[in-house]
């Protein structure tokens, strides 16, 4: 009998009462997931990507970056993937910039809504960014002001909200400052991330508790120590209703070694269900798409449910 006719189990408990309604899916797997792949992934295969994973009803598709193409080679063909991509109605393709020159491509490109992304901790700052902990924000004002005069949308990405591998654990109080000059200088929501996935559910109640404005927020969870999901839930129990996630499981950080595949959708979308919360995505379609990239990449999906679904 396979995963599928098993089915969910039956609940006594309304679980759908602790969570949110619908829960917005921000798919990374297209930017994220892919881009510290050793192998080069060829353009049409992540524009055949990000067509199955519009067609499983997927509507965010962060589509790539427009770093410098030294730091990160795999995303070195942004202008061509956006010239080549069938961009399908409703469905939003944001990407990420890191600066001035960032923003001037993506513009060039025809792009609606950019994600810049800072850092919580100072030697993160320092070796993603080549700039301190407040030196960061210079950096990113230029970037938001032209963006949001040109009505381009703009989403901040904190990094190491949770833990940092050279300076261990970090003071919600100071994920806290980092947000709120994010959305005061413009940001229309900001994502949470456990870039190298220690967060535990006790921590990210703690963090979540000290913003206002959780209806602005967003999570990011890596799964290095098996956690994301239980975390992801636990935001969603705090009143946050966007995650981030990577099809199959897919991604990595090019400046944190340490950091291990994100949240699965697959895997976010199974809970989902089983919850009676919303989310818009066909799961058996994710599941196949995600099989199908794995063979692309030559290794299997490490999504639990994706092997379940698929194997």
């Avoid at 995963?3 to 759908?16: D, F, I, K, N």
């Avoid at 006790?202 to 290095?224: K, P, Q």
């Avoid at 636990?234 to 946050?240: M, P, Q, W, Y």
């Avoid at 070694?257 to 818009?280: I, K, P």
Wanted: charged share 20%; hydrophobic share 40%.
């Amino acid at each position: 009998m396979g995963a599928r006719e098993v089915g969910l189990p039956t609940r006594s408990v309304p679980l759908e009462s602790y969570y949110p309604q619908r829960v917005t899916i921000w798919e990374v797997g297209a930017r994220d997931g892919l881009q510290n792949e050793k192998s080069i992934v060829p353009v049409a295969t992540k524009l055949e990507f990000l067509g199955r994973l519009a067609d499983a009803g997927l509507t965010t598709l962060e589509a790539t970056s427009f770093v410098h193409p030294k730091w990160v080679p795999q995303l070195a063909d942004a202008e061509e993937l956006l010239a080549g991509l069938d961009r399908r109605p409703g469905v939003d393709y944001p990407v990420l910039v890191p600066n001035e020159r960032g923003l001037e491509r993506a513009l060039d490109s025809g792009v609606g809504h950019i994600a810049i992304f800072a850092s919580a901790t100072e030697s993160f700052a320092k070796r993603n960014l080549n700039r301190t902990l407040d030196e960061q924000f210079e950096m990113f004002e230029p970037v938001v002001t032209r963006a949001l005069a040109e009505g381009v949308r703009v989403r901040g990405y904190i990094s190491m909200c949770f833990g940092d591998q050279w300076e261990g654990d970090v003071e919600p109080e100071q994920v806290h400052r980092v947000g709120e000059r994010l959305l005061n200088m413009g940001c229309w929501q900001i994502s949470l991330g456990d870039t190298i996935g220690v967060a535990t559910p006790g921590l990210v109640e703690d963090v979540i508790a000290g913003f206002d404005e959780i209806d602005r927020l967003a999570v990011h969870f890596h799964d290095t120590y098996g956690q994301a999901l239980a975390n992801t839930l636990t935001a969603l129990r705090c009143g946050v209703s966007t995650v981030d996630s990577s099809a199959g499981g897919l991604g990595g950080c090019p400046y944190a070694e340490s950091a291990t595949g994100n949240l699965a959708t697959e895997d976010l979308v199974w809970a989902l269900d089983g919850m009676g919360v919303e989310h818009g995505v066909d799961l058996d379609a994710l599941a196949k798409t995600s099989a199908w990239m794995a063979e692309q990449l030559g290794r299997p999906s490490p999504s639990r449910v994706v092997q379940a679904l698929t194997g």
